[in-house]
């Protein structure tokens, strides 16, 4: 039997590549059809497709496979109730049925190594190299003191010899969030597809409050709140305007 990933394999049929054709276009249909959405319809958004665009976005890419995020799905009424007003009661929250916070972490690059390396032990699979890469570099690039002092010596040390011969930032405290919060929104990316190709929508929501949405989470230092995102079914008047799009050339280009 043909499954679907094998559809992307060249060694089969040419006969299939009508189906690779269907998938690809209902990829770009998705894409399409993927609005924020500011209305939404009373109907909850059910567990297992919650569970099915979970599922889905927890295989986005991440920066060393360290998949910085965290869902925290927000269905205590006390806690949605809190969260609206650390996003500013925006409008579109009144209707949402379901409201969850992705968060964004560099303090868990140390347990995530060590998973990726038992896994790949227990799998039989661990090179020298990956035990190399992050058992001794992560440590390296992430490690950070609460000042953020390591990380500034670090970056600088890492631009001297960038001088020289390519060299990746060793980063500093901020640019290890960045990278937390670029690994983040890609999963936020491929949730929000996903939803979509469920029937669902969402909105992403970066209108808020950072210390209080940090708060009312129990979080730590390591970890800010990346975007919230709304989600269920859209209504009628749920997209404002048509999509808006600046020209092409702006912004994609060759060299
Ligand atoms: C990081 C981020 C933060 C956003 N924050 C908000 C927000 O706080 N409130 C809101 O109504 N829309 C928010 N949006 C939605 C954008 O306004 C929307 O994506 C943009 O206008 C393009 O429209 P579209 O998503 O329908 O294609 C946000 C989008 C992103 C990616």
């Given at each position: 039997?043909?499954?679907?990933?094998?559809?992307?394999?060249?060694?089969?049929?040419?006969t299939?590549?009508?189906?690779?054709?269907?998938i690809?276009?209902?990829?770009?249909?998705?894409a399409?059809?993927?609005?924020?959405?500011?209305?939404?319809l009373?109907d909850p958004?059910?567990?297992?497709?919650?569970?099915r665009?979970?599922?889905?976005?927890?295989k986005?890419?991440?920066?060393?496979?360290l998949?910085?995020?965290?869902?925290?799905?927000?269905?205590?009424?006390?806690?949605?109730q809190?969260a609206?007003?650390?996003?500013?009661?925006?409008?579109?929250?009144?209707s949402?049925p379901?409201?969850?916070?992705?968060v964004?972490h560099?303090d868990?690059?140390?347990?995530?190594?060590?998973?990726?390396l038992?896994s790949?032990?227990?799998r039989?699979?661990?090179?020298?190299?990956?035990?190399?890469?992050?058992?001794k570099?992560?440590p390296?690039?992430y490690?950070q003191?609460p000042?953020g002092?390591?990380?500034?010596a670090?970056?600088?040390?890492?631009?001297?010899?960038?001088?020289?011969?390519?060299?990746?930032?060793?980063?500093?405290?901020?640019?290890?969030?960045?990278?937390?919060h670029?690994?983040?929104?890609?999963?936020?990316?491929?949730?929000?597809?996903?939803?979509?190709?469920e029937?669902?929508?969402?909105?992403?929501i970066?209108?808020?409050?950072p210390?209080?949405?940090?708060?009312?989470?129990g979080?730590?230092?390591?970890?800010?709140?990346?975007?919230?995102?709304a989600?269920?079914?859209?209504?009628?008047q749920?997209?404002?305007w048509?999509?808006?799009?600046?020209?092409?050339?702006?912004?994609?280009?060759?060299?």
């Amino acid at each position: 039997m043909v499954t679907r990933l094998d559809l992307w394999d060249s060694s089969i049929p040419s006969t299939c590549e009508d189906r690779v054709n269907d998938i690809a276009a209902t990829f770009h249909q998705i894409a399409d059809a993927r609005r924020s959405i500011r209305e939404f319809l009373p109907d909850p958004v059910p567990d297992e497709v919650l569970d099915r665009c979970l599922e889905s976005a927890l295989k986005a890419p991440s920066s060393s496979n360290l998949q910085h995020w965290e869902f925290v799905i927000l269905r205590n009424p006390d806690v949605r109730q809190k969260a609206d007003r650390v996003c500013l009661d925006q409008k579109l929250l009144k209707s949402a049925p379901l409201l969850v916070a992705l968060v964004a972490h560099t303090d868990t690059w140390r347990r995530n190594s060590r998973y990726i390396l038992e896994s790949l032990d227990s799998r039989g699979l661990l090179r020298p190299s990956q035990k190399r890469y992050w058992g001794k570099l992560i440590p390296l690039v992430y490690l950070q003191d609460p000042l953020g002092l390591l990380g500034l010596a670090k970056h600088a040390l890492s631009r001297g010899i960038s001088l020289f011969r390519p060299m990746p930032s060793m980063q500093s405290k901020a640019a290890g969030k960045i990278t937390a919060h670029k690994s983040t929104a890609l999963a936020a990316a491929t949730f929000m597809l996903a939803l979509r190709a469920e029937g669902y929508d969402s909105c992403p929501i970066e209108g808020f409050d950072p210390w209080r949405a940090s708060k009312l989470l129990g979080l730590k230092g390591g970890a800010e709140v990346c975007m919230f995102l709304a989600i269920g079914k859209r209504t009628d008047q749920a997209i404002w305007w048509d999509r808006i799009l600046v020209p092409k050339e702006w912004a994609v280009r060759e060299m």
